[in-house]
Each structure stands twice: as C-alpha cells, then as structure tokens.
C-alpha cells in the first residue's frame, strides 16, 4: 500500500498480512505438531526455554 505525504513516497506494511496464506500456513504448522516428533521438540524446547512458541 503506498501513501505519500508532502514530496515523499513511500510504503506501508500490512501487518495483517494475507490472512489466507496465514491460515494455511497456521493449519500445516499444527498439523506437523500432533504428527511430526521434529516440530513437537522443537515446540518442547523453545516453550522451555520461556520463549513463545512459533
């Protein structure tokens, strides 16, 4: 999205993103969580470690 004030141009961030490419990439990830022993100890060990989960 592009917004210009005065002489300047320039672009601003949707941080909201695209909200269908969120979603499947939301339901791959909690998938391989309940399926895959990788991403459930990688999931393990970032929670233990006090950070937030991915």
């Known amino acids: 999205m ?4 005065g002489r300047r141009r320039t672009r601003r ?3 909201g993103g695209d909200r269908q490419a969120n979603a499947v990439l939301h339901r791959i990830v909690f998938t391989r ?3 895959d022993p990788r991403t459930r100890a990688y999931y393990e060990r970032r929670t233990q470690e006090g950070r937030d989960p991915p």
């Open 33 to 35: 969580l309940r399926h």
């Open 13 to 15: 961030l949707n941080y």
């Open 2 to 5: 592009e917004y210009s004030s």
